[in-house]
């Protein structure tokens, strides 16, 4: 994971770009010497970039303005780096075109519900902090086999549209239970890592994380919207997962 | 930070239970009355008082009056530890929101014993 930024200056006119085929506005805020976050505007000619892609329109202003920070990598929405609020929703700029946005202006926000470290990028310990409650491994107490765990094709079915996560955070801070109780909710994003962990065949702690889950809080705090399915780039269902994870601790409740 | 404190059963799974149980008691007692109200319009003091007056009627209003307010504490509790992240506000709205349910639950009850 990469942080683009500059640390020699903070704020670049965009006066000079003058051509007006692409209009955005951006989040901008560097604490160390802004007093408040504020929104810049920006306009760049579509000529100066090398791909469609909401990163490519980043990376050629960042060009013009070398204090415009933001995180990536990949750049093919498999690092997840780029996790950033596009026109209100959540959503990596990697794989998002700005062709397909109807907007006149593009805004781009940090992901919300999480502090803002500078203009694009947040600092998502919380997250990482809910994503290690899940224990996102596999635990087995029974004796190490000589080759492998192996499982049944049914088994293993039963592990996709789950391991597919890329902990882009997208989901987990567009969840308004995440917003209000960010160390109490496990959001969407672990709860898919603890489900995923539940339901696999080798692991033999399915009762002790699910003994984890019963509280008011970690899972149930799920109110169901589903803000973490409309955004979630790699089209996965959290709230699926959530549904499932539910049943479960109710059938060892009961 | 948000505790646990006066959640109903302190367990999400047993709150989410009940929370489900009630509504469909409430859906069903709805039901009922709704269709009691179509199949006596206009409805007369009469015909309401002697609905009263059956046992099953009022066993079934007693338990409607109970699952309101294990319905509306599970969700108010929930309202309350999402938007009120000040201590002493919540602790109020909260024991305000008990001493009401609690106040409608017995006047509830002493309307339909008839005392």
């Known amino acids: ?254 | 930070m948000v505790g646990k404190n006066l959640s109903l059963t302190q367990s999400g799974v047993r709150d989410w239970l009940i929370q489900r149980i009630t509504a469909v008691i409430l859906a069903l007692y709805l039901t009922f009355i709704v269709v009691f109200l179509a199949l006596h319009s206009p409805l007369t003091y009469t015909a309401w008082s002697a609905f009263f007056g059956i046992t099953a009627v009022r066993i079934f209003t007693c338990l409607a009056l109970l699952s309101v307010v294990y319905h509306t504490w599970v969700g108010m509790w929930t309202i309350f530890t999402d938007y009120l992240k000040c201590p002493v506000s919540r602790t109020f709205f909260q024991v305000a929101t008990i001493l009401a349910l609690l106040s409608n639950l017995v006047w509830g009850i002493l309307i339909i014993i008839g005392r």
Not at chain 1, 167 to 193: E, H, I, M, R, Y
């Open chain 1, 1 to 254: 994971m990469e942080v683009n930024s500059a640390a020699t200056e903070t704020h670049t006119s965009s006066d000079e770009f003058v051509n007006k085929q692409l209009k955005l506005s951006i989040y901008r805020y560097n604490p160390e010497f802004d007093k408040a976050p504020y929104m810049q505007d920006y306009e760049i000619d579509t000529v100066e970039l090398h791909g469609v892609m909401l990163l490519d329109v980043l990376e050629a202003l960042k060009v013009h303005d070398p204090s415009l920070t933001f995180r990536r990598s990949c750049s093919e929405g498999v690092c997840g780096s780029d996790g950033m609020n596009i026109n209100g929703q959540n959503g990596l700029a990697c794989i998002t075109s700005y062709l397909d946005l109807e907007s006149r202006k593009i805004v781009l926000r940090p992901l919300p519900g999480l502090p803002v470290i500078r203009d694009l990028v947040v600092d998502m310990s919380q997250f990482y902090k809910q994503y290690e409650k899940a224990q996102p491994y596999l635990q087995n107490n029974e004796p190490t086999p000589e080759k492998e765990r192996l499982q049944t094709i049914e088994e293993r079915k039963k592990l996709d549209g789950l391991y597919e996560c890329i902990l882009c955070a997208c989901c987990t801070t567009s969840c308004p239970s995440f917003w209000w109780n960010p160390d109490l909710f496990l959001g969407p994003a672990a709860l898919l890592w603890a489900y995923r962990f539940v339901v696999d065949s080798r692991d033999t702690e399915k009762k002790e994380r699910l003994a984890q889950l019963e509280d008011p809080f970690s899972l149930f705090r799920c109110r169901g919207i589903m803000n973490c399915v409309s955004v979630c780039p790699k089209k996965l269902n959290p709230t699926k997962a959530i549904g499932h994870l539910r049943k479960e601790v109710l059938a060892k409740g009961l």
